[in-house]
């Protein structure tokens, strides 16, 4: 039997291996600023609108009605500077899109396929073609297509085989002979993975093994022209040959995490809070076993390194230089992940989305278009393995709907608002109109210079 | 006003974030309800800062808010275990992680009951008064979270069930 001691150390203990998110403060100060941003474009039309307060996913409480009429909150009210990004950074309004700094990298993807499955978006196959999965339901693919974005066009690269129940696919990653992906039961407590390869040309797809324990604890995967390749989260980097095998692990990955195939480093990623500040010492080649140390520049903490580039936190700045510590760069804005796409590209938030070209200092905001103007830095998305990112292409809109608030609201509210007890609810949706996503491709970037 | 309420949130980020955690079981889940709740801190900062306790009020949102628009995601059972549980041998804390994913079982509030009672450390009236229920209501919450996990429950809270 279990004592209430296990219960409050089971806790503290969950407590302390959280893993913080990078650059809280900066979500919190970037969300506030957009939603003054809204509060500001509203008052002009609805003097009630005295103050927005967003209680859960996208739901708000706004001016207070009482039977005389409308009072406005004792707290808050209006905010009108938006709070500045940390780092200096602000907003800069001017900033191009993507879609002109970079027209031959960004095209337009249909929603859903001609039979209705929607498409999810996977990763880049080549500079005009895009990995898709065409879902038959929520998160169950059907098939991978590979879609063709000079001609318009889409070709079944393989059909899905179904899974067990509960069965889901997870990341996806395209090589140069295979395309691999691993898949679990997420919502069950087994400890199991499997792995599947599709040749790049088409063709069936083949069920290369499966594994249980910490094996399964999938990171990152990736596959060489004859193996499945991957790390787990507690570190090492295994490999399970594509024709049928024990999985083994990679001689000296000790410690180590696959960045990209041949890449690995010897500090984990974001996700884990006690790991997360160390500093990357090596970039390990683990095809020729070379061993590149690496330097941080003075004060950098939980840098991260590809060949080209590492990113870095310093203070409440995120920073970039050369692996050999030199050539240091300060980014216009923060990041979520510390992860450098494609050798060059950083995802930023200024607080809009922007992508910044390490090779040559580029920067373009992304996303989709507000209908009124404002920028919708918010709506994106990117493919597990961050050589793609998506958003809607025609202008989106939100619409407001008001309701009084449930008692269980009320309850929520209770003592921490001055009178809540005939406040209402406002949810704001997200509209996006039209049958398109608009892609970034990064793998179509022109070469720099 | 914005300086000290950045301040703030630099200062006590990590500490909200952990008790998100332990609130939602899952880091996704966590930010978002800290993020929320730093809002709305905010939104009332200049009140909250003069006359309360900052922290009480947000961690009190955050409470509420995780029994009112708790909502399960497809993504949770990617940290349903604590991040390094793969490396540990020791049977105790294997425990701690058998634990860990039996609360993930519970309903919002028997969870919200359980992190405040033994997380926060609160006593019962506390609790019931950031829920917004009765004593009572706390207690048996508590009652049946403790003896979904098969905990042992001490004398006195025996005799209150």
Same mark, same amino acid.
């Given at each position: 039997m279990r004592t209430e001691q296990d219960l409050a150390a089971a806790l503290r203990h969950a407590a302390d291996n959280a893993c913080e998110p990078v650059g809280l403060t900066y979500a919190v100060a970037a969300r506030r600023a957009r939603r003054t941003r809204r509060r500001r474009h509203r008052s002009a039309l609805a003097v009630a609108s005295v103050a927005v307060i967003t209680i859960g996913g996208t739901a708000a409480v706004r001016g207070v009605h009482r039977g005389d009429g409308v009072v406005p909150m004792t707290?808050?009210?209006?905010?009108v500077s938006a709070p500045p990004a940390p780092g200096g950074?602000?907003?800069? =309004?001017?900033l191009p899109h993507v879609r002109d700094v970079w027209p031959e990298a960004v095209s337009r993807i249909p929603k859903k396929a001609p039979d209705g499955f929607s498409y999810n978006l996977l990763a880049a196959f080549s500079p005009t073609e895009i990995l898709l999965a065409a879902d038959s339901s929520f998160e169950k693919a059907g098939r991978l297509e590979v879609y063709d974005t000079k001609a318009g066009t889409s070709r079944v690269l393989t059909e899905m085989v179904p899974g067990k129940k509960g069965y889901y696919e997870q990341d996806f990653k395209v090589g140069e002979d295979y395309v691999v992906w691993y898949g679990t039961t997420p919502n069950n407590r087994d400890e199991w993975a499997d792995f599947w390869v599709a040749p790049i040309r088409g063709g069936a797809a083949v069920r290369v093994g499966e594994v249980t324990g =910490?094996?399964?604890?999938?990171?990152t995967i990736d596959v060489t022209k004859d193996h499945v390749v991957w790390s787990v989260r507690s570190g090492g980097v295994y490999r399970m040959p594509i024709t049928g095998g024990a999985a083994e692990r990679i001689p000296g990955t000790d410690g180590m995490w696959l960045t990209s195939w041949p890449w690995a480093a010897d500090a984990h990623d974001w996700r884990d809070r006690a790991k997360?500040?160390?500093?990357?010492?090596v970039l390990a080649n683990l095809e020729t076993g070379e061993r590149r140390p690496v330097t941080a520049p003075a004060g950098v903490t939980g840098m991260r390194c590809v060949p080209q580039w590492c990113v870095g936190r310093l203070g409440d700045a995120v920073v970039a230089a050369r692996p050999d510590g030199s050539g240091q760069v300060r980014l216009p804005g923060q990041m979520t992940r510390m992860t450098v796409n494609d050798g060059r590209f950083l995802l930023l938030r200024t607080p809009a989305s922007i992508v910044y070209d390490l090779s040559t200092g580029t920067k373009a905001e992304i996303g989709a278009r507000r209908s009124d103007g404002t920028p919708s830095s918010q709506m994106w998305d990117m493919s597990s393995s961050m050589s793609v990112i998506a958003w809607n292409a025609a202008a989106v809109s939100t619409e407001e709907t008001c309701r009084p608030m449930t008692a269980e609201e009320k309850r929520s509210v209770a003592g921490v608002e001055p009178d809540p007890r005939s406040s209402t609810v406002c949810e704001t949706r997200t509209i996006t109109p039209g049958d398109d996503l608009e892609v970034l491709n990064f793998t179509a970037v022109p070469e720099a210079g | 006003m914005d300086d000290t309420f950045d301040d703030f949130v630099r200062a006590r980020g990590g500490a909200l974030f952990r008790y998100g955690f332990v609130l939602t079981g899952n880091a996704d889940d966590a930010a978002d309800l800290v993020q929320e709740a730093l809002l709305r801190l905010g939104d009332a900062w200049q009140r909250v800062a003069r006359k309360d306790d900052p922290e009480g009020y947000v961690r009190t949102i955050m409470a509420r808010q995780h029994v009112s628009w708790w909502r399960r995601r497809r993504r949770e059972h990617l940290v349903a275990q604590t991040p390094d549980s793969a490396a540990r041998q020791d049977t105790r804390l294997d425990e701690d992680d058998g634990l860990w994913a039996e609360l993930g079982e519970l309903p919002p509030k028997q969870r919200a009951v359980l992190v405040l009672r033994y997380?926060?450390?609160?006593?019962d009236a506390e609790i019931a008064r950031i829920l917004g229920v009765s004593a009572g209501t706390v207690r048996s919450q508590a009652s049946r979270a403790l003896g979904k996990l098969r905990v042992q429950r001490t004398a006195s809270l025996m005799e209150e069930v």
């Open positions: 707290h808050g009210g209006p905010t950074a602000a907003h800069d =309004a001017t =910490a094996l399964s604890d999938v990171e997360e500040n160390a500093n990357q010492s | 997380y926060e450390d609160l006593p």
